[in-house]
């Protein structure tokens, strides 16, 4: 046996019993039965993004073992048989799509199967800022379990992304580990064939973001190979159909690191034989050239990105701050450096193991720093990181912003020794290293005191309510320059943002000012200046100046964008994007939808189907992502009337962007509650003729403007 005959074997026996499988599904259902998988634009996405072809019946999943059959070459050659090996992984797809076939919903906890287009685009900015810098693809168990889960944890403290396929999965499970996309370590399926889904998830970001044809599976190789930095680890024993879907991760560009080793070859920086285990995280980044972003913090439990999406729940929360109830805020403040004393960290008031468990406390943190560099307009931008700063806190859950904030601490952390000083630590330690070019010096002063904390919160709103001001007073007109942002580049090579006071990037996370703040921190980096002295169009928000920054940044493959039209040369998406919205024919209005709903649109289209129009960092008139905030701001498609277009949102979108669009619309039409005007879910899904008759009944505005020239 050779490992040839170990790819071939694991090929005829994927290939055997995929058209058994489909057999039986079609002697059951008929030929015609639809096969999709939940929440993708892109079914199924591998065979998709390979050969060009959407499956959507059985029928012609059939046909297409035909298309397999001729990719299993025999040629003992090592590249043909590693290409062979993507037959095998596309078997697999076959196989798991039939396990939804009939609305069935065969995964449950903590297995999650199939990863949604949703799932996709939320990696999009962590995977370029780095927070998230690799893919760690674990197939199989250790011997001893408890080395699986110290490998997943290993991984999981480095921010990467982990993926679990098999036995290992009972080896988290067993011993307690939390899973699921807010931990980002993802268990796939028991059953081997399942690690599919992350090959699915990396296909599906050359799609989205890359650009890539489907069916151009030589370009599809090299972004994966060059832009998805995964890996697998696989323990052994492995079976030839494990090796044979190796055989295709290594085809798309993914290392293997294994400790088996009955035929296996050895082909470095490919597949890499590593007997001990203990070594594989050092060896995986090694063979990936992964490298690491590392803060040193002094805390006494795990600090990784990978905890900032996790959910203390009620019963494991040791106290609560609680802004909804009392007094509690944070803040930034700007002081000299005479005043600010670095590293120094006061806790004013009981520290967490003098307060009963359970408490719902009064609790502030204001973090004064000082330097030469600093610039007051930079203090908001520090404070929206704080989220970030403390979710990262392996136990520690925040929400909110300003004085609108709740911390929970679990139990665990409270056993573990963390104290309420630790908060400072965190948001030291981050200040410094990430703002390390404006701040030389940091202090961080927290207050477990209601007294106290009501009087200072006093004051902080007072700061916020300036800071407002000067926001609102920041238009596209009263501001000198633009910014550019191309951190998606590394995933949408010519992409670009234009980020303006009233248009912030699209993925959410990037005002004018985090702009601004970015160039002052970073100044070669992925935010430049772009001036704004030669406007030729005011409405369509056409400059001379965006056009050459666009032709500059976006390598030649743009030649101009607008600033606020959905028509006319729109902005470009990467894939990231919050929101986005389309042209509704009937009403001459737009919809829009955002990542978290999963449900249909009037366009009769999903987000996902809506995104997959878009994306990869082309012009698309007629759709367009976009932030959540854009929605109500006046420049949101100016050109073609402003948010007086918008005639469909989901309802939890609209209950986010309600206050402010109602004060927009305001303005600028002269119209009360129009956030109720727009229809959502519950007034129509998928007819226009609801949604046409909803708002003649309600009298939306866009019925009284001018239809869209198109
Ligand atoms: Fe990506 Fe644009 Fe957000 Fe920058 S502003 S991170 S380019 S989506
Ligand atoms: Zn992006």
Redesign the pocket.
């Known amino acids: 046996m050779t490992l040839f005959d170990r790819v071939f074997g694991g090929n005829d026996y994927n290939y055997n019993r995929t058209v058994a499988a489909i057999d039986a599904a079609i002697a059951t259902y008929g030929e015609s039965e639809s096969v999709a998988f939940p929440d993708t634009a892109y079914s199924l996405p591998c065979y998709y993004g390979i050969t060009g072809n959407k499956i959507s019946t059985l029928g012609e999943m059939k046909a297409a073992m035909d298309v397999i059959k001729g990719m299993m070459t025999r040629n003992p050659r090592l590249q043909d048989a590693f290409d062979s090996g993507v037959a095998s992984a596309l078997c697999a797809e076959f196989l798991e799509a039939l396990k939804y076939l009939h609305g069935a919903q065969p995964y449950a906890e903590p297995e999650m199967g199939f990863l949604t287009d949703a799932f996709v685009r939320n990696l999009?900015?962590p995977l370029?800022t780095g927070d998230i810098p690799g893919v760690a693809v674990i197939i199989g168990g250790a011997e001893d379990p408890a080395e699986t889960v110290e490998l997943a944890k290993s991984y999981q403290a480095q921010g990467m992304l982990v993926t679990v396929t098999g036995e290992g999965i009972r080896h988290l499970a067993d011993a307690g580990m939390k899973t699921g996309e807010g931990v980002r370590v993802c268990p796939l399926g028991y059953e081997m064939q399942s690690v599919i889904h992350v090959v699915s998830v990396a296909v599906r970001a050359a799609l989205i973001f890359g650009n890539v044809t489907p069916g151009d599976y030589k370009t599809l190789y090299k972004y994966t190979m060059d832009r998805v930095r995964a890996f697998v680890n696989a323990y052994k024993p492995l079976s030839d159909e494990i090796v044979s879907y190796g055989a295709g991760a290594i085809c798309l560009g993914f290392p293997v690191i294994s400790n088996e080793t009955e035929n296996m070859f050895r082909v470095p920086k490919s597949l890499i034989q590593q007997l001990d285990t203990t070594k594989w995280n050092a060896t995986s980044l090694e063979a990936r050239d992964i490298k690491l972003k590392i803060t040193k913090i002094d805390i006494p439990v795990s600090y990784a990105t990978a905890f900032e999406g996790e959910i203390i729940r009620r019963g494991d929360m040791q106290v609560e701050v609680d802004g909804s109830r009392v007094d509690c805020f944070e803040l930034v403040a700007t002081k000299d450096a005479s005043e600010v004393e670095d590293h120094k960290i006061t806790v004013i008031g009981p520290e967490i193991d003098e307060i009963p468990v359970g408490s719902k406390i009064s609790l502030s943190y204001t973090v004064e720093v000082a330097g030469k560099a600093m610039q007051t307009d930079f203090e908001s931008v520090m404070e929206r990181k704080f989220h970030a700063y403390l979710n990262c806190i392996e136990g520690v859950m925040h929400t909110g912003q300003r004085d609108m904030i709740r911390i929970r601490i679990s139990k665990a952390d409270f056993e573990a020794g963390f104290k309420f000083r630790h908060l400072g630590e965190v948001l030291y330690a981050k200040i410094k290293s990430e703002f390390e070019a404006v701040v030389d010096k940091c202090q961080v002063t927290i207050v477990v005191d209601a007294e106290q904390n009501k009087a200072l919160r006093a004051a902080a709103n007072e700061v916020f309510s300036k800071r407002d001001d000067r926001l609102k007073s920041m238009t596209d007109e009263s501001v000198p320059v633009y910014y550019t942002?191309?951190?998606?580049?590394a995933f949408s090579p010519s992409?670009?943002?234009i980020?303006t006071p009233e248009r912030?990037?699209?993925?959410g996370?990037?005002s004018w000012l985090d702009a601004k703040a970015t160039k002052e921190l970073d100044p070669e980096g992925?935010c430049q200046i772009v001036p704004k002295e030669r406007c030729v169009d005011e409405a369509l928000g056409r400059y001379d100046d965006v056009d050459e920054a666009i032709q500059k940044y976006s390598h030649g493959a743009l030649e101009r964008v607008t600033l606020y039209s959905l028509f006319e040369d729109p902005m470009t998406s990467?894939g990231?994007?919050e929101c986005i919205c389309g042209v509704e024919p009937c009403s001459m209005g737009v919809v829009i939808t955002s990542r978290e709903h999963a449900g249909m649109t009037p366009l009769g289209m999903s987000f996902s189907d809506m995104a997959s129009m878009t994306g990869g960092g082309v012009q698309t008139p007629g759709f367009m992502g976009h932030g959540k905030q854009f929605i109500f701001s006046k420049k949101f498609i100016a050109a073609e009337g402003g948010p007086g277009r918008i005639v469909w949102m989901p309802k939890d979108l609209k209950d986010q962007v309600r206050e402010r669009l109602d004060a927009t619309a305001l303005e600028l039409y002269g119209v009360e509650n129009f956030t109720d005007m727009i229809a959502d879910e519950t007034v129509c899904t998928e007819d226009p003729e609801e949604l046409l008759a909803y708002l003649s009944e309600v009298g939306h505005p866009v019925l009284g403007m001018e239809p869209f020239d198109m």
């Open positions: 999009g900015v370029v942002c191309i951190m998606c580049q992409h670009v943002c980020v912030l990037g699209l993925c996370a990037v992925p990467c990231c994007f």
